[in-house]
């Protein structure tokens, strides 16, 4: 297993080619995001992905969009009215099986696009109006795909939340693979399972109640169905957005255990701070930042091992939001 808290070896993220400043779209431009290049980018991989370019079509080319029926819709080009639906079904059902064996942890889609689009994509009827909102065909395909693997678009990714809790789930579906291809025991099993506790927790008490019968019933459940039982559950629940209500729980219940050991006047300071963050004063680094000091200067050791003080590399920021 990776040392926790280490982030040695990048992460593979698969991502729409326009965001990386390649000028790939109909026009001949790009959509470069800054924060997918510069920030995320020195912590993974990316794996670039233009389905127009690389089903064949030229840059630049004629723009396209998706029409008539929301559940199968066709890719139609504006003007002319060519249907391109059938060679970008071809080209998908060969890009993701591809895709299978690059072991990505996640995927940035472009928004808005008749391709990649992952969710609100316009979608036309034969008179040119719009009438409902979809996938893009080869999103759609990739999710179809990898129902459990993080995705969204850059569009979505400019909201804090939305953005630290993409990446969160990026981390855990690597730490995960890392477990399954490294060791993938019962007992490790239980140990990813601890150090995940209390990220559950912020997350949803449901599925963290699901996953401690799961993990206590383990023994009775065949190993390969035991993993896709519990990924697929831990991954739904990092999927419910942690709140600033949830967070505080987990940060009282991290207090707790440092109740006998602090003095009146740090016990003092440790609750306003927590306090603070309740009402949005100051954002979530700042009492996790004392909980980490108490945590090194006690050895607590349930708490060191927690992923929940240390879900992602400090680098990225994405607790310093109020």
């Known amino acids: 297993m ?3 808290g280490k982030y040695l070896n990048k992460i593979k993220l698969g991502i729409s080619s326009c965001l990386l400043g390649n000028k790939v779209r109909y026009d001949g431009g790009h959509k470069l995001d800054h924060f997918l290049t510069d920030t995320l980018g020195r912590h993974v991989d990316w794996v670039p992905v233009c389905p127009e370019v690389e089903c064949g079509l030229p840059i630049p080319r004629e723009a396209m969009r998706l029409v008539g029926d929301p559940e199968h819709p066709r890719l139609i080009t504006i003007r002319t009215k060519v249907d391109l639906s059938g060679r970008m079904a071809a080209w998908a059902k060969k890009k993701v099986a591809e895709l299978e064996t ?8 472009k928004s ?15 008179a040119g109006m719009p009438n409902a909102t979809g996938s893009g065909l080869f999103a759609r395909a990739f999710m179809n795909r990898f129902p459990l693997l993080p995705v969204e678009d850059e569009g979505r990714l400019h909201d804090p939340g939305l953005r ?9 579906y690597q730490r995960w693979q890392d477990y399954v291809r490294e060791d993938g025991s019962l007992g490790e099993l239980v140990s990813f399972h601890t150090r995940h506790k209390l990220l559950l927790m912020s ?23 035991l993993h896709a039982q519990y990924l697929g559950t831990l991954l ?31 016990k003092k300071e440790l609750q306003e701070l927590i306090g603070n963050y309740h009402r949005a004063l100051v954002p979530l680094i700042v009492p996790i930042t ?6 090194r200067k006690y050895d607590t050791d349930y708490l060191k091992q ?15 939001h109020a």
Request: some cysteine.
């Open 306 to 320: 927690q992923v929940y003080l240390n879900p992602h590399p400090l680098e990225l920021m994405l607790r310093n």
């Open 164 to 172: 630290e809790n993409f990446i969160e789930r990026v981390f855990v």
């Open 203 to 225: 997350h949803s008490l449901k599925h963290y109640t699901e996953l401690g019968k799961l993990v206590a019933g383990a023994k009775k459940v065949r190993k390969n169905e």
């Open 102 to 109: 690059q072991d990505l942890c996640g995927f940035v889609f």
């Open 112 to 126: 808005r696009s008749p391709s990649s689009g992952m969710r609100g994509v316009k979608i036309y009827t034969d």
């Open 2 to 4: 990776p040392v926790k």
């Open 290 to 295: 004392l909980l980490q000091h108490y945590v």
């Open 236 to 266: 739904e629940g990092l999927g419910v957005l942690a709140t600033v209500k949830k967070n505080t729980n987990v940060l009282q219940h991290m207090a707790g255990y440092f109740k006998d050991r602090l003095s009146a006047d740090e």
